[in-house]
């Protein structure tokens, strides 16, 4: 485990970004695997995402970058691994395994230089997906020790039941305090399956 981890530090990869206590960034809005998190900032939104490599997180600044097309991000020279944008209302950029989007209204460099600053490589492995399991009297609930929050897709949740479900979720993803995400499906009983990319 220890060999994997150093290896991982030393190909550039980081553990993310921690998704609490960063002066002027909300509470994380955990969003999906394939959007990672989001926080609000100043007169904008910053959002983080934290892939097991490099060419993911880059492959998700390109769909950023295309979304804002119309604001014609150029590249912003030697900020990280890439950026893009004019760092006043957008910044985009990579750094190893973690991509961020800053746009605001004004100060967006601002809030980038916060985001690249919080970057952890404290080692800490990746977090594993959340448990479905089934009680006595039949209700299924999700469960992943650890976790800084539990998101889930489909089901019957109950009302009073926090995590409980009368029908099993289609999907349960556990997310870390570095912003990183584990999900993966349930069949109709409740089986886990690996899913196709969200």
């Known amino acids: 485990m220890i060999l994997m981890i150093s ?7 980081h ?11 909300s509470e994380p809005l955990y969003q999906t695997t394939a959007t990672g998190w989001s926080t609000l900032v100043e007169d904008g939104l910053l959002r983080v995402f934290v892939a097991q490599d490099a060419e993911t ?3 998700w600044l390109v769909t950023m970058q295309e979304k804002l097309a119309r604001f014609d991000p150029q590249p912003y020279l030697e900020y990280a691994d890439e950026a893009l944008g004019d760092g006043e209302t ?5 750094d190893g395994n973690v991509a961020v ?7 967006a460099l601002r809030w980038a230089d916060a985001a690249l ?30 976790a800084a929050h ?11 039941g926090g995590l409980m479900f009368s029908r099993p979720p289609r999907a349960g993803i556990a997310w870390d ?7 993966t499906g349930y069949d109709p009983s409740g089986m886990p399956f690996i899913e196709p990319s969200e």
């Open 7 to 13: 290896t991982a530090l030393a190909a550039g990869l």
């Open 15 to 25: 553990t993310g970004i921690p998704t609490q206590g960063i002066e002027g960034f």
């Open 57 to 59: 997180a880059a492959a």
């Open 90 to 94: 957008i910044l985009l950029f990579r």
């Open 101 to 107: 989007l800053v746009h605001t209204k004004a100060n």
């Open 117 to 146: 600053a919080a970057i952890s490589d404290e080692p800490v492995p990746w977090p594993t997906p959340p448990a479905l399991l089934r009680d006595d009297l039949g209700w299924w609930r999700l469960s992943a020790p650890g």
């Open 150 to 160: 539990i998101s889930y897709v489909g089901g019957e949740r109950l009302e009073e």
């Open 177 to 183: 305090a570095w912003g990183r995400a584990a999900r």
